[in-house]
């Protein structure tokens, strides 16, 4: 079980972004910094004063403890940003901090250039929490990623420029994930990915739960094995680690999933799918449809991959984008469920049941049933 502080804190934090949404939509959007100040405060200091869980977090605390020492061992951008701390003197809690307010800020901008967003930044908090906290630096990469793609919502070219220049910097593999987007953004034309074709092959990807190991995992090693990238080194380096990152031993057996833990997040995958697709449907929103397909195709992909932590990698910043098609789906459903066609409607309740259901108990054991869960104020350091 989790400790007491755990429990309060989370559970603060879970409540703080829920209420959210108890706000009028057309006053978030006039006053959207006065009604997200205390979720930003709330964030920033309980994600960034917890203390030694998440799967980076000590590795990236002697880093920022001593970031001198791995001059030329780390992304220049993140050194930088660690000697540039460092220099004002912070210490590893004060970096920590800062990087969880700089991500939430970031999150927030990204939000607020959608008008019905009052939802999108109530789900911002479970679709982000767990990767953030346990890939550190892609979750740094991660916020100039959203400046990126409110830069490229916005037709702001040299903030684009200026945010994929930071994001290399950081980390440059965060770049791969932002290809999708940028894909369906300038090919999608407000076209949807039809749900005929794509509930069905999530499904058959989800319940094909042995067809990477038998029959992808060793092609793909030997073709990204022969691949050669030029000068960009990171992928030189994906590729030199090809067995690492997808030979026998980079499946973990542990992560699949049993019937009931499977068929849970199937349903709120699905629900998800079809949901932003009624919605978007019925009421097309642009800004909305190139990031419903990127989610949409990154869960399919994340299927497929699903015991192969590279993926997770590299899946994971896609189908966590699923607070704006969800949370615009959730806000048409409250609220303008009426254009809907009666079967839609039916369709619908049952959905947002089934995603709530996987949602709630998921973020319940987070904050009850953690006890790795803790704050700096107890470590001994």
């Known amino acids: 079980m989790s400790n007491i502080e755990h429990i309060f804190f989370f559970s603060l934090l879970f409540i703080v972004f829920i209420l959210i949404t108890i706000n009028n939509q057309n006053y978030i959007n006039k006053h959207f910094w006065r009604c997200t100040l205390l979720p930003v405060v709330a964030y920033g ?10 799967a980076d977090y000590l590795y990236y605390m002697r880093r920022m403890m001593n970031p001198k020492y791995f001059e030329g061992m780390e992304s220049p951008g993140f050194l930088w940003l660690n000697l540039f701390l460092k220099d004002l003197g912070f210490n590893f809690v004060a970096d ?49 990623t959203f400046i990126m793609l409110y830069a490229l919502q916005r037709g702001k070219k040299l903030v684009f420029v200026m945010g994929g220049a930071i994001t290399y910097l950081v980390h440059p593999g965060a770049l791969l994930y932002l290809a999708p987007c940028l894909l369906f953004f300038f090919l999608s034309r407000g076209r949807l990915i039809p749900i005929k074709l794509s509930v069905p092959l999530y499904v058959l990807c989800s319940l094909s739960t042995n067809l990477f190991k038998d029959y992808i995992a060793d092609p793909l090693q030997n073709l990204i094995f022969c691949m050669t990238f030029g000068n960009i080194g990171f992928m030189n380096e994906y590729a030199k680690r090809s067995d ?23 349903i709120f995958h699905i629900s998800i799918i079809v949901l932003g697709y ?64 009666p ?19 998921y973020f319940l054991r987070f904050i009850f049933m953690f006890p790795e869960g803790d704050f700096v104020w107890n470590a001994n350091i």
């Open 45 to 54: 200091l309980i994600v960034g004063l917890r203390y030694g869980w998440g």
């Open 96 to 144: 920590y901090v800062f990087y969880s307010f700089l991500f939430v800020i970031c999150s927030f901008v990204f939000i607020k250039d959608f008008n019905k967003n009052k939802y999108m930044l109530a789900l911002l908090l479970p679709a982000t929490l767990i990767f953030t906290t346990s890939i550190i630096r892609q979750g740094i990469a991660l916020s100039f």
């Open 278 to 341: 009624f919605a978007l449907k019925n009421n097309k929103y642009n800004k909305v449809v190139y990031l419903y397909n990127t989610v949409t195709v990154g869960w399919i992909v994340f299927r497929l991959f699903f015991p192969v932590e590279i993926m997770h990698r590299l899946t994971d910043p896609m189908t966590m984008l699923y607070f704006v098609p969800f949370g615009y789906a959730l806000y048409e459903y409250y609220t303008n469920r009426n254009i809907w066609s």
């Open 244 to 266: 690492d990152w997808f030979g026998a031993g980079a499946i973990i057996e542990d992560w699949y999933q049993g019937p009931v833990t499977l068929t849970l997040s199937m």
């Open 343 to 361: 079967r839609e409607r039916t369709i619908g309740r049952w959905l947002v049941l089934g995603a709530y259901l996987y949602l709630v108990p």
